[in-house]
């Protein structure tokens, strides 16, 4: 199984951005997903979750500016990003937690290679 995200890059401020991030493998179902962030000097930090009931959360500092959905039936996250300020330039990880075909009882927690978003003129 594995995370693979999309959607990075370089936007102006005020810009918008949407990444993706798709899981493969042997998967029997995915429970949560989420995005977080982590930027120079500074600790992982959370973006943004959903269940897989569609239930979200989001981080203080984006909300009202990020939103994420996610596409059951192709195993994708989504997070739009709009409004973006310097403060959001980060390498954005997006996290899942998966029940494989050969185990089901076990939930395992995964993670994407993480993609850079730079907000800056």
């Known amino acids: 199984v594995q995370l693979q995200a999309s959607g990075g890059g370089l936007v102006q401020p005020g810009g918008s951005l949407r990444l993706s991030c798709a899981a493969s493998?042997?998967?029997?179902?995915?429970?949560?997903m989420g995005w977080y962030r982590q930027a120079p000097g500074k600790q992982r930090e959370l973006v943004a979750t959903?269940?897989?009931?569609?239930?979200?959360n989001s981080g203080d500092s984006v909300k009202g500016r990020f939103t994420i959905s996610r596409d059951n039936a192709r195993n994708t996250v989504y997070l739009q990003m709009n409004s973006l300020k310097p403060e959001d330039t980060a390498v954005y990880y997006c996290?899942?937690?998966?029940?494989?075909?050969?185990?089901?009882?076990?939930?395992?927690?995964?993670w994407g290679q993480g993609t850079l978003v730079t907000v800056s003129s």
């Open positions: 493998g042997s998967i029997f179902s995915i429970s949560y």
């Open positions: 959903i269940t897989s009931g569609g239930s979200t």
């Open positions: 996290n899942a937690g998966i029940r494989k075909r050969d185990d089901r009882r076990i939930l395992n927690d995964y």
